[in-house]
């Protein structure tokens, strides 16, 4: 264990030297330290006060306690903590100490996260302002969010957010396809949109947890960065709702021949790998994202936030590279083929590409 800075707060907490997993104690991660930033960024975005957080798997806590300390003020009513970790709460209480934040407005659990989020209904006495649904849950697991969806979609409150980390990205993104029908409930296969269509798989996922709900969750930012998958939810409430959130499960359909592409409610075409079913709408509220990068004060994000905001809203993309090797094509300068494609670039790929011309079309121009 060493003091650990990370932004605005200190912690006490070890680095692992290796490759991380669920048996460890509690540890920092360094890795992570974008996923927080934009969260913090995020929650400082959007209209909500007074808010209600929960941190069902809280683990070194660095997250909430850069939400006390970095969040405006007014953002927060209550926040919850938990962690199952024996050693979480005196950790936590120590760190609390460390960066002089009173202990006020903040509970601290050491139960199972599906548990803690459940049970907080049944507590006899509640934080004021408090009714036992929160307005911001965090779920941040190692691997896959799976067993914690039902109770974070139970819980959340109407416009509430559900935040979701996702790192098992090889299970989402096609390597190991058997699990990705058995823990996604959608079939995928290994190509350069991989990384797109994984988290639309997740999306879909999530959505239908909360659909069994009667509460509709919109993505307003969704991503794929580094090694992990990240969705922000907008949870609303209305069976109408829901009803148009299940519309937007589709299917894509890939050509692997000719590198053609479409979404469709079928999911056979001859020639074409079905793939789904998934979201098919936006990955993000334009608005939002515009006014994240307004109230940026983290420089590291701001080519990334740039390249979110300007990613046109088109389910799957080109990859200039693969498109060049099929069809034997020159490479030509990647500004002139945006604006000859009215395309934009994609955070998914550094060659790729989000048009609305079919390949075809795409084919003649270079």
């Not at 990205?169 to 390597?175: D, F, K, Q, R, W």
Request: proline letters at 4%; one cysteine or more; a positive charge.
């Amino acid at each position: 264990m060493k003091l650990i800075s990370e932004q605005s707060v200190h912690i006490n907490a070890s680095i692992p030297k290796k490759d991380v997993n669920r048996k460890m104690p509690v540890f920092y991660n360094p890795r992570m330290v974008s996923n927080r930033n934009i969260s913090i960024l995020l929650v400082n975005s959007i209209e909500n006060k007074e808010m209600n957080l929960a941190f069902p798997l809280t683990g070194s806590g660095v997250r909430p306690l850069r939400f006390l300390k970095e969040l405006k003020q007014g953002k927060i009513n209550h926040l919850f903590v938990n962690d199952r970790k024996e050693t979480f709460e005196k950790t936590f209480k120590e760190n609390l100490k460390i960066n002089k934040i009173p202990k006020k407005n903040i509970s601290i659990f050491n139960e199972d996260a599906s548990l803690f989020l459940l049970n907080r209904i049944m507590d006899k006495k509640k934080p004021s302002g408090y009714c036992g649904y929160f307005d911001y849950i965090d779920l941040d697991p190692f691997g896959t969010p799976n067993p914690f969806l039902n109770a974070a979609t139970a819980r959340i409150s109407r416009k509430g957010i559900i935040a979701i980390t996702a790192t098992d990205t090889a299970a989402l993104s096609g390597t190991y396809p058997q699990v990705t029908r058995r823990k996604y409930w959608a079939k995928t296969r290994k190509n350069y949109m991989m990384h797109e269509l994984g988290l639309r798989i997740l999306i879909r996922k999530v959505q239908l947890q909360g659909a069994q709900f009667d509460k509709a969750l919109t993505p307003v930012l969704a991503y794929h960065k580094d090694h992990y998958f990240r969705i922000y939810f907008r949870s609303e409430n209305g069976k109408k709702k829901c009803d148009a959130i299940l519309d937007q499960h589709k299917f894509m359909l890939y050509n692997p021949k000719t590198l053609d592409f479409e979404t469709s409610k079928s999911n056979t075409k001859e020639g074409y790998d079905s793939i789904g079913p998934l979201w098919v709408g936006n990955l993000k509220d334009q608005k939002l994202v515009e006014r994240m990068l307004q109230n940026n004060t983290f420089e590291k994000e701001t080519k990334f936030l740039t390249k979110l905001k300007e990613e046109k809203e088109i389910c799957g993309f080109y990859d200039y590279h693969v498109i060049a090797k099929k069809y034997k094509i020159p490479l030509a300068k990647k500004e002139l083929l945006l604006k000859k494609l009215n395309a934009s670039i994609t955070h998914f790929s550094p060659m790729g590409f989000k048009t609305n011309k079919k390949i075809d079309e795409i084919i003649k121009i270079l």
